[in-house]
């Protein structure tokens, strides 16, 4: 997806370590989004930032934080893995005209 | 609260059958309704959407009829293709500068 850029694509980690998922997208949204897919379970949101400087949680925020770096980057962070976060997490941005721009996604396997 | 209720699937169809599936929502206000659609190992693109009551959207051959009377949004297509199968999610957004509001998702599988 052009516009919304997740690094990395895939990550394996062991339970207890920290990651940072990043983030970024040359579209000058304001709003830009974290969630995460489970089977079952559709979308869920885990943090949003509706502008640079400011961040909110959503849904499940336990055991993540965020960063809004600067008005193109929001980075996702597990300070420390557990399984339970195993998922596919995704990046958004909110466009006026299409609600919400995904990113390709992270895949993150915790063993 | 509000929330987006879809069919469950998986939902197995042969090439050319007639696809519908189904979504239904609860929310306040007047919301605007969605389809997004997420293929094999890649993120959610928008499918199509409607803004208001008895808006009909439509892409790919797909459509979708906002019915605020039944308060559904339901997907079809006339005759689908090995290519259209993919996960199949229902979204709503009940104001804007919001996050969307997403349904489970429907997977779809079609085979030739």
């Known amino acids: 997806n052009a516009g919304v850029t997740q690094t990395p694509k895939f990550q394996v980690l062991k339970t207890g370590q920290s990651m940072t998922l990043q983030c970024a997208q040359d579209?000058?949204?304001?709003?830009m989004y974290w969630y995460r897919q489970d089977p079952g379970m559709g979308l869920r949101l885990i943090y949003y930032s509706a502008s640079e400087g400011t961040t909110d949680k959503g849904e499940v925020p336990n055991g993540y934080n965020v960063s809004r770096l600067n008005k193109r980057e929001f980075s996702l962070r597990l300070e420390s893995a557990a399984p339970s976060q195993t998922s596919v997490y995704f990046c958004?941005?909110?466009?006026?005209?299409?609600?919400?721009?995904f990113g390709d996604g992270t895949r993150l396997s915790i063993l | 609260g509000d929330s987006v209720t879809q069919m469950e699937g998986p939902v197995t169809l042969s090439e050319e059958a007639f696809l519908t599936i189904n979504c239904t929502y609860t929310a306040t206000g007047y919301p605007s309704l969605f389809w997004y659609v997420q293929y094999p190992g890649e993120g959610l693109q928008l499918l199509l959407k409607a803004t208001k009551a008895d808006d009909k959207g439509s892409n790919k051959g797909f459509e979708a009829t906002y019915r605020k009377e039944t308060t559904s949004f339901h997907l079809e297509k006339g005759s689908v293709q090995v290519s259209d199968s993919a996960v199949y999610f229902c979204a709503l957004l009940i104001q804007a500068g919001t996050a969307l509001i997403f349904g489970k998702g429907t997977t779809l599988s079609v085979s030739s």
């Open positions: 579209m000058n949204h304001n709003s």
């Open positions: 958004a941005t909110l466009d006026p005209v299409q609600p919400q721009h």
